[in-house]
């Protein structure tokens, strides 16, 4: 079974200083995998998306995330919080069944304080 | 890109009464359309996969009675919430694809509560 794991419920980070969001996997497979952010009420959005190709995948607002299949991780990270990142953000895999369903991680909250 | 609207985004209804939303894709055509369901403070969960033209299909411990999906076009789907409860009070996203292996793209959500 293909799952994700979002190691972190909560994170809370200065503005300016680096940010780091935690997302394991669990595939037989090499997985798709995502990162989706959610303001308050709004729908979601896609940061960026691993389909095999460069293990480093850069994303939108600043945002990259490195695939490491040894440690079958898919970590989001961001050189400088801004105010405007505070948001939940969904690790997502994309299942591998015959619609490409998609299972959704926990979510981790982000706040961003001045 | 690929653009999905919902209708309504906001939509408060008696508790007994059925609500409709509906998603649509607006630029490209969906052979498949996922809804979700998003309690408070919570992650999003699968409801149903529907396929143009074919019956959904529920995630186990869905009501497919409660819950009726649509999906007679290309470009819409519907989700209707029969008899509604106030438990039934949640956010409703759905998403669409061109197919599997396509990437979705989500819709704006609808806030549905239930008095």
């Known amino acids: 079974a293909q799952s994700v794991t979002q190691l972190d419920s909560h994170v809370s980070v200065s503005e300016g200083t680096p940010v780091l969001l935690r997302c394991n996997y669990s595939?037989?497979?090499?997985?798709?995998l995502f990162w989706y952010v959610q303001h308050p009420n709004k729908g979601l959005q896609l940061l960026l998306k691993y389909t095999s190709a460069a293990t480093l995948v850069k994303g939108i607002n600043g945002f990259e995330a490195e695939f490491k299949k040894s440690e079958t991780s898919f970590h989001l990270t961001k050189p400088s919080a801004h105010m405007s990142d505070a948001a939940e953000y969904f690790c997502?895999?994309?299942?591998?069944?015959?619609?490409?369903?998609?299972?959704f991680g926990a979510g981790t909250q982000v706040v961003v304080t001045p | 890109g690929a653009v999905v609207s919902q209708h309504p985004s906001r939509v408060i209804c008696k508790s007994g009464t059925s609500v409709k939303i509906e998603c649509r894709s607006l630029d490209f055509q969906a052979t498949t359309m996922f809804w979700y369901r998003q309690f408070p403070k919570q992650s999003l969960m699968l409801m149903a996969t529907s396929n143009e033209g074919s019956k959904a299909t529920y995630e186990q411990g869905v009501e497919k009675d409660k819950f009726l999906i649509n999906h007679a076009s290309l470009t819409l789907s519907t989700l209707t919430v029969t008899s509604a409860h106030p438990e039934d009070s949640s956010f409703y996203i759905c998403?669409?694809?061109?197919?599997?292996?396509?990437?979705?793209?989500f819709g704006p959500g609808t806030r549905l509560t239930v008095t």
């Open positions: 997502v895999v994309r299942l591998t069944d015959s619609w490409g369903k998609l299972q």
């Open positions: 998403s669409a694809s061109q197919g599997q292996g396509y990437e979705q793209y």
């Open positions: 595939s037989s497979y090499s997985p798709s």
